[in-house]
């Protein structure tokens, strides 16, 4: 049976997580993913600001809400320098029309070999996030940035080996913002986020934690997703 990681989700599962796909890669090749939760903020947030990906050819506001999902390391151990990569995931509102752009990707499930993905609409925006419990949050990984998560409509499932997660269903593409005068630039130009759909299954518990927009508690009602790092490919 899956659980996830006590130390960053005081979670308890209330349904079987079917991940048998994830539990046949050998640990070495599926190292580091993070579950991904539906959750209700305490304190929704309604914003919007400007972005850009290496996708764009300039500057495009967005609106979100949020946050809608929230992810966390499954294996707390490979935390960067016991910096654990948190984000909270805000909904595009009224998000742009489908990308329809083709990038190459390559992920620990297809090792060397490259896949293609065909983006949609964005319909999330990532946002670094630390968590607060007892004691002072730990800090945020100097390589984790801003993200566009992006619709997959079309994947070159022959390229992409099994056994995966579930899915492909999202590609997040490293963004950066502008917010009033303040410019956060992308932090790591080749790491993208490779996102999974996975069976649904009920969680209970809550997170508090911390962004650029404030302190919120999220109540955790589902697990939807999986991701792993992904680079471009050739």
């Known amino acids: 049976m899956f659980a996830l990681p006590c130390s960053a989700l005081p979670f308890r599962v209330l349904l079987p997580v079917v991940l048998v796909a994830l539990a046949m890669v050998p640990r070495s090749v599926a190292e580091s993913p993070h579950d991904v939760v539906s959750v209700k903020a305490s304190n929704p947030v309604l914003h919007g600001l400007e972005v850009k990906t290496e996708l764009d050819e300039k500057r495009r506001w967005i609106n979100f809400r949020g946050p809608k999902l929230y992810s966390s390391p499954r294996d707390m151990d490979q935390a960067d320098n016991?910096?654990?990569?948190?984000?909270?995931?805000?909904?595009?509102?009224?998000?742009?029309?489908?990308?329809?752009?083709?990038?190459?990707?390559?992920?620990?499930?297809?090792?060397?070999?490259?896949?293609?993905?065909?983006l949609g609409q964005p319909v999330f925006y990532l946002?670094?996030?630390?968590?607060?419990?007892?004691?002072?949050?730990?800090?945020?990984?100097?390589?984790?940035?801003?993200?566009?998560?992006?619709?997959?409509?079309?994947?070159?499932?022959?390229?992409?080996p099994e056994p995966t997660p579930g899915k492909p269903a999202l590609v997040c593409v490293p963004a950066e913002e502008w917010h009033h005068e303040e410019h956060v630039p992308i932090k790591s130009a080749s790491s993208y986020l490779m996102v999974y759909a996975v069976e649904a299954s009920a969680v209970d518990g809550s997170v508090t934690t911390i962004d650029?927009?404030?302190?919120?508690?999220?109540?955790?009602?589902?697990?939807?997703?999986?991701?792993?790092?992904?680079r471009r490919g050739r």
Request: charged share 20%.
């Open 127 to 160: 946002i670094p996030a630390q968590t607060v419990a007892d004691g002072p949050p730990a800090e945020v990984p100097e390589s984790l940035g801003h993200f566009i998560a992006f619709e997959i409509i079309d994947v070159d499932s022959l390229a992409l």
């Open 212 to 230: 650029s927009f404030g302190l919120n508690q999220l109540a955790v009602e589902i697990l939807e997703f999986v991701y792993v790092t992904a």
């Open 82 to 118: 016991g910096r654990p990569s948190y984000l909270n995931w805000y909904s595009i509102r009224k998000p742009d029309p489908e990308s329809g752009k083709t990038i190459q990707l390559r992920d620990v499930y297809s090792g060397s070999q490259s896949f293609s993905v065909r």
